[in-house]
């Protein structure tokens, strides 16, 4: 009851003419930067605080127009996923595998209408596990030391090859560049540069955001100049119709329970510090493509995979608040650019926080609630919008995907190298393609490794270089026993069920092949 009278004044708060207009902006401002390739939440918050401090907002007021930046860019970040196959940004990544095949099957509005209603579900339940499990998930979170995320990090990248594609020696092979390119920076221990070939511009590491922008936007423009090139052919493909702006009933039913199993990993996910959202949309389609098995079209335009990854990132986006106001912990690195705000704003995250600033940290809590409603009833009608960039002609959208790309990245690094890094990123991309390999393995290498590598090297500085420390633990034995089973099991049910079905076909059609 003490926490719904502190949300009932967190309300009263939140509901001021001022602070509701900051959330309408912040929503507004929140989907146009998720929308682009490559912003996503963590720049647009950062690029927003010099206008924070510009306006002299105070704590409250500046906060509630942050979040609602924050959650509106990961709705925003569904539009390019779905509509041009360009993630934008990492945690929509995972939306593309079956959001973009729903566009091309003329499905673009049921598709952004079950993401805007997926990523409303997630936010809203994980801004209620906020309210009410924010301690009990602290002490869950606390369980976890760098064995146990070094083990799920191996759980993630051993179970890639089930998510991204049905050869798992080829998502083991992106997914070893994917490792290999984060180790290329300074070494954080010693500060010995690594794979730099003595360019400074190595030095800072691979920004995954440059691999993303290239290996998804360039190489989509390489493909299409391959394919499609020529604008006066005949061989042009004709632009994919949008569909039904509002998903039937049916569709909602089926991806009921999508929503519910990607909001809870989700909000696991973002609870846990490092993991953030990318991590829990992961999580989220990995396990509804398990629990849905052959029933599932995953990959090929299965509205439950765009249904649990919306779901997860956004319930992982609402999650990385607990450890961010209850520990002072960035769950993300959103949240830690909040961080850096609150705290120079003179306010200290921790658990004196609900304590000395009931004010700031309910009225954010409650601004959550009203920006999501806000970002529902703003995204679900304006889907009919969003989806018209499928009437743009290609040859007209392909430039300018790549002019947003590259005026994208330069405006974040500011840096020609940059610009020539994300070339070769595109290249490769489309080389990638051209062998089928999946992509998104190499994406998350860059993306997880670097946090990889760290909780690794802590759990054998904490163990002397022991290497039991690895699996001394019960979570790390289960993580690593799963990670295990998870990339052995595809490779022999494979094997299995390819004898069954060349007998069924035998026996069916009295021929073999």
């Known amino acids: 009851m003490d926490s719904l009278n502190a949300l009932a004044n967190g309300f009263a708060i939140a509901l001021t003419w001022q602070n509701l207009f900051l959330a309408l902006i912040g929503c507004l401002l929140g989907t146009l930067i998720g929308a682009l390739p490559g912003l996503g939440p963590s720049n647009g918050v950062a690029i927003l605080i010099p206008v924070v401090f510009s306006l002299g907002l105070a704590a409250t007021p500046a906060l509630i127009l942050l979040t609602s930046v924050y959650y509106g860019a990961m709705y925003g970040g569904r539009i390019s996923s779905i509509l041009l196959n360009i993630p934008g940004d990492e945690p929509a990544l995972m939306t593309t595998l079956d959001g973009y095949p729903m566009a091309r099957a003329g499905q673009a509005g049921e598709a952004l209408a079950i993401s805007g209603i997926s990523s409303f579900v997630g936010a809203f339940f994980a801004t209620w596990g906020l309210v009410f499990l924010a301690p009990q998930l602290v002490d869950l979170a606390l369980l976890f030391g760098p064995a146990e995320y070094f083990a799920m990090f191996t759980l993630a990248f051993a179970t890639l090859g089930g998510v991204t594609s049905a050869n798992q020696a080829k998502a083991a092979f992106a997914a070893a560049i994917g490792l290999a390119l984060a180790f290329v920076g300074v070494d954080g221990q010693t500060g010995v540069p690594r794979f730099s070939f003595g360019n400074v511009h190595f030095y ?114 609402g999650g990385a608040l607990v450890p961010m106001l209850a520990l002072g912990v960035p769950g993300s690195g959103t949240t830690a650019v909040l961080l850096a705000m609150l705290l120079s704003l003179n306010i200290t995250p921790g658990p004196l926080l609900f304590t000395n600033n009931p004010d700031v940290v309910w009225g954010l809590i409650a601004a959550l609630f009203i920006a999501n409603v806000m970002l529902l009833l703003l995204n679900v009608p304006m889907v009919g919008l969003f989806a018209r960039v499928l009437r743009i002609p290609p040859y007209y959208l392909m430039p300018a995907v790549a002019m947003i790309s590259f005026i994208g990245i330069y405006a974040l690094t500011n840096s020609t190298f940059d610009l020539m890094m994300m070339i070769c990123f595109g290249v490769f991309g489309w080389l990638m393609r051209k062998l089928n390999i999946p992509m998104v393995p190499v994406i998350l290498g860059i993306l997880l490794g670097e946090l990889m590598e760290k909780n690794l090297r802590r759990a054998l500085t904490i163990s002397d270089g022991d290497l039991s420390i690895l699996y001394g633990s019960p979570l790390a034995v289960t993580f690593l026993g799963m990670a295990v089973a998870g990339f052995v099991l595809p490779i022999f049910i494979a094997k299995l069920v390819t004898p069954k079905r060349a007998v069924v076909e035998t026996h069916n059609d009295g021929t073999s092949d």
């Open 204 to 317: 800072d590491g691979i920004d995954f955001l440059i691999a993303i922008v290239g290996m998804f936007a360039l190489s989509e423009v390489l493909v299409f100049i391959e394919e499609r090139g020529n604008p006066n052919s005949t061989s042009t493909q004709p632009v994919t119709s949008i569909g039904r702006a509002i998903p039937p009933w049916s569709m909602i039913k089926l991806t009921s329970g999508s929503m519910t199993r990607g909001t809870i990993l989700g909000f696991i996910a973002g609870v846990l510090p490092g993991a953030g959202a990318s991590l829990g949309s992961f999580l989220a389609y990995t396990v509804e493509k398990k629990v849905v098995g052959k029933k599932g079209n995953f990959g090929q335009g299965d509205p439950r995979g765009v249904a649990a990854p919306e779901a997860g990132n956004n319930a992982a986006a």
